[in-house]
Nanobody, 125 residues
Framework: QVQLVESGGGSVQAGGSLRLSCASS????????MGWFRQVPGKEREGVAA???????TYWHSVKGRFTISKDSDKNTLYLQMDSLKPEDTGMYYC???????????????????WGQGTQVTVSS
């Protein structure tokens, strides 16, 4: 079983930065991708960024150049550095881990097997 715990959310003004962390525990040796997703009330959860085991990254078009996904393997922690934040980045951010191969985009939530409880990010204009 894998446990994921996010932290680092908060309130920030537009143009500011936040760094989200996702600490993983349990059996984490075999994973294919780890991702960050966000959701706002009334909308579907959308993939923001994904990091594959080989180091490949995928970003949603609206965050390219502003967000950076990374992982510290020694600490079993996934990060999402968010710069130049915009009000439309507001939402609940979740990290997720995929432990099985998937043939589609790693920004698809159906690719993931384990989820954290989320951390809220609010960007004011």
């Amino acid at each position: 079983q894998v446990q994921l715990v996010e932290s680092g959310g908060g309130s920030v003004q537009a143009g500011g930065s936040l760094r989200l962390s996702c600490a993983s525990s349990g059996y984490t040796a075999r994973w294919y991708s780890m991702g960050w997703f966000r959701q706002v009330p009334g909308k579907e959860r959308e993939g923001v960024a994904a990091l594959e085991r080989d180091g490949s990254t995928t970003y949603w078009h609206s965050v390219k150049g502003r967000f950076t996904i990374s992982k510290d393997s020694d600490k079993n922690t996934l990060y999402l550095q968010m710069d130049s934040l915009k009000p439309e980045d507001t939402g609940m951010y979740y990290c997720a881990q995929a432990v099985r191969a998937y043939g589609g985009s790693w920004l698809n939530e159906w690719a993931y097997n384990y989820w954290g409880q989320g951390t809220q990010v609010t960007v004011s204009s």
